[in-house]
């Protein structure tokens, strides 16, 4: 038999392509390192998204808002220049109608100049005698000519009289208004000065009762000053009196002395003269006295420091004689440590040559090491 090339079933293909799409984007999910380590934060990211949202809502908003205000000022600007077109149309009509009432042609002193282009003279020439080209008025020209020409002046009249009438109309109403608000100015400065007036009449109200206030506390302090320097006089009068009388200026020696019952005299100061030759030596023997009493003490304290400072170099030596021994034994303990410390990374050192090159001796691979996680299952 011969071999037949038998149609493929293509829903075996699709299953396995749909298989193939899935274990890809498994893969993806899986050994995406950012999403498996970090992690996605739903609540910020939808945070972030209505804040976005709502940015792009306002700016639109924004938008729109300048855009009416732009429409806004496109047809304030177009309507300013219709009525700036108006306001010239009218003001071309004002003077095309003063031209043609006020400043007609026919009214002119170089008429015969400019009407009809007849030239700088008057023609004095039969017109018979001219020919055809010298003809200006034909037969059936101008008829009515005078008639439009008076009812545009009476047109023209009676414009001006309505734009008279107008203006007379705004020129009262803005003197009416001016009338009015000449009246209300005058009202304020009549109540304005109605109440400098008050004011001014209530300063001088109270400027005469402060002044009244500060007469009255004059017064009053004027007389106790009074009082008072005639009170100071007498005490000086009484003071001067006592001193002159007193034991001080008469030098009486008993005066200084007081005595009571149960207790020994008193010395009045204000009245003593000074001290007895007995008292005096008294005094000096008993300065005598402490002067041996503070020699004494200070010997003993001399020979109580030297004490003490020999006890504090004793003390200071046997410390030293310590301090050496504990410095013997921190030596000699170092020595001990580095000594061990030295065993030990000795063997250290040939238990990691044994590691390196007796038990370790099959190193694995880069293909060991790729065999890992590539596939999602």
Not at 59 to 78: S, T
């Amino acid at each position: 038999m011969y071999k037949a090339d038998l149609p493929s079933d293509s829903s075996i293909e699709k299953a396995l392509e749909r298989r193939r799409t899935a274990e890809m984007a498994r893969k993806a999910r899986i050994f995406n390192t950012r999403q498996r380590v970090l992690g996605l934060d739903l609540n910020a990211l939808n945070q972030q998204v209505h804040e976005k949202k709502h940015q792009q809502n306002m700016e639109k908003q924004r938008d729109k808002a300048y855009d009416q205000l732009r429409e806004y000022h496109d047809k304030a600007l177009i309507q300013r220049d219709i009525d700036e077109r108006e306001k010239q149309a009218a003001l071309h009509t004002g003077l095309t109608q003063y031209w043609a009432t006020r400043q007609r042609a026919e009214d002119s002193s170089d008429v015969n100049l400019k009407s009809g282009l007849k030239g700088a003279f008057g023609v004095t020439i039969p017109e018979g005698e001219l020919g055809p080209a010298s003809m200006t008025i034909f037969q059936g020209e101008g008829i009515g000519e005078e008639q439009r020409r008076r009812e545009q002046v009476k047109m023209t009249e009676r414009d001006l009289r309505t734009q008279k009438e107008d203006n007379e109309r705004r020129l009262l109403g803005d003197k009416h208004k001016a009338m009015l608000v000449g009246r209300e100015l005058v009202h304020q400065d009549l109540r304005g000065l109605q109440l400098r007036a008050l004011e001014e009449e209530c300063k001088k109200a109270a400027c005469i009762a402060l002044d009244n206030y500060n007469q009255s506390l004059a017064a009053e302090r004027a007389e106790a000053l009074k009082v008072q320097q005639k009170s100071e006089e007498r005490e000086d009068v009484a003071e001067m009196w006592h001193t002159l009388t007193s034991d001080m200026m008469t030098e009486c020696a008993e005066g200084a002395r007081q005595t009571g019952e149960g207790r020994r005299p008193l010395v009045l100061v204000d009245r003593w003269k000074g001290m007895s030759p007995e008292q005096l030596s008294a005094i000096h023997r008993e300065r005598e006295e402490q002067r041996f009493e503070r020699q004494r003490q200070r010997e003993a304290q001399k020979i109580q420091d030297v004490a003490y400072e020999l006890q504090l170099l004793k003390l200071s030596r046997e410390a030293e004689e310590e301090e050496r021994g504990a410095e013997e034994m921190r030596r000699q303990k170092r020595i001990q440590t580095a000594r061990y410390n030295m065993q030990l990374a000795r063997e250290q050192q040939a238990h990691q040559e044994y590691l390196n090159k007796k038990l370790y001796t099959n190193k694995p691979s880069k293909d060991y090491f790729h065999q890992f996680n590539t596939s999602s299952r």
